[in-house]
């Protein structure tokens, strides 16, 4: 189906999925192993309160409503999500607050804050505001200066993860011994929460703010239920990911119909199954 488009047609959305892939396998193990899935969701769907706010401020200032501006509810995404993801990293650190009860204060309230706006908009416009299929099911219609941004950004998140393994390794698995053993865990704690943010926001891209999640959990947890070690967890984590992201893209490329987002998690779910039945009966067999 690749030969049929041209290049300005595929490579934009294969690069981003690709990229998409690499930066959520290399943390996916590690959201997963410290049991931050929840964390995941409240970050994603606080995107929904950035673009809100956005909304609001085109029909405040209309000239803001422009072509030249068409990247604005983006943007709001992108702040919210890296500042919600500061606060609740601030908030779970503190202790002050439930870690539970912190995201889903943000989450509910982003959330809220943002179906609020949409609606507003949809009042005085009689329309949706743009962006609001692609911030809630995902779309695969990228620029190609969007898939180079994510494709760097990506490679920053799998850079730093890798200067960083030693530390993250011990933060995710023992933080109380990583600290005592004289790891930055402060230092680590919110730079995980950074990371997840800019991962997110990619992913929100492609697959929405109600999928994205699952691109941050399913290849890690797959991937944990097949290794025994954490690089190869980390190697196969790649793997899952790489084809849950590709094939999604690929199916989307052949029936244009089907949704990238939707796709692209009932296949790292089907993997998930898969991987599940096989640690139950092949590791079985393996054993006898």
């Given amino acids: 189906m690749l030969l049929a488009l041209s290049m300005d047609q595929w490579f934009p959305p294969v690069l981003t999925a690709i990229s998409m892939a690499l930066a959520c396998a290399v943390l996916s193990v590690f959201v997963v192993s410290r049991r931050w899935a929840f964390i995941g969701e409240g970050i994603a ?18 000239s ?7 990247w604005l509810p983006y943007a709001g995404v992108v702040f919210f999500c890296l500042a919600t993801g500061l606060a609740i990293g601030y908030f779970t650190r503190s202790g002050k607050v439930n870690s539970d009860a912190a995201i889903g204060i943000f989450l509910v309230a982003s959330l809220a804050w943002g179906i609020l706006a949409q609606n507003i908009y949809r009042h005085v416009k009689g329309f949706n505001p743009v962006g609001w299929d692609t911030f809630l099911f995902g779309q695969m219609d990228v620029s190609r200066e969007f898939a180079i941004g994510a ?18 390794v011990a933060y995710c698995f023992d933080p109380t011994a990583a600290e005592a053993s004289g790891v930055r865990v402060g230092f680590i704690h919110y730079l995980l929460m950074t990371l997840m943010s800019l991962t997110i926001v990619i992913g929100v891209r492609l697959a929405g703010n109600v999928l994205v999640t699952a691109l941050l959990v399913l290849p890690g947890a ?24 590709v ?15 939707p796709i692209i998690v009932l296949l790292l779910f089907a993997q998930f199954l898969a991987g599940y039945a096989w640690s139950r009966t092949g590791r079985a067999s393996i054993a006898t």
Avoid: K, N, Y
């Fill in 247 to 261: 094939g999604g893209l690929g199916i989307h490329f052949q029936w244009h119909f089907l949704p990238t987002g």
């Fill in 151 to 168: 494709a760097m950004l990506s490679l920053a998140v799998a850079a730093v993860v890798v200067l960083l393994g030693r530390e993250i």
């Fill in 45 to 62: 769907h606080s995107g929904f309160g950035g673009a809100g706010s956005v909304w609001i401020a085109t029909l405040i200032f209309p």
């Fill in 64 to 70: 803001l409503a422009g072509d030249r501006f068409l």
């Fill in 222 to 245: 797959t991937a944990l239920l097949l290794c025994r070690d954490l690089r190869s967890a980390l190697l196969a984590s790649l793997a899952i990911a790489l084809v849950g992201a």
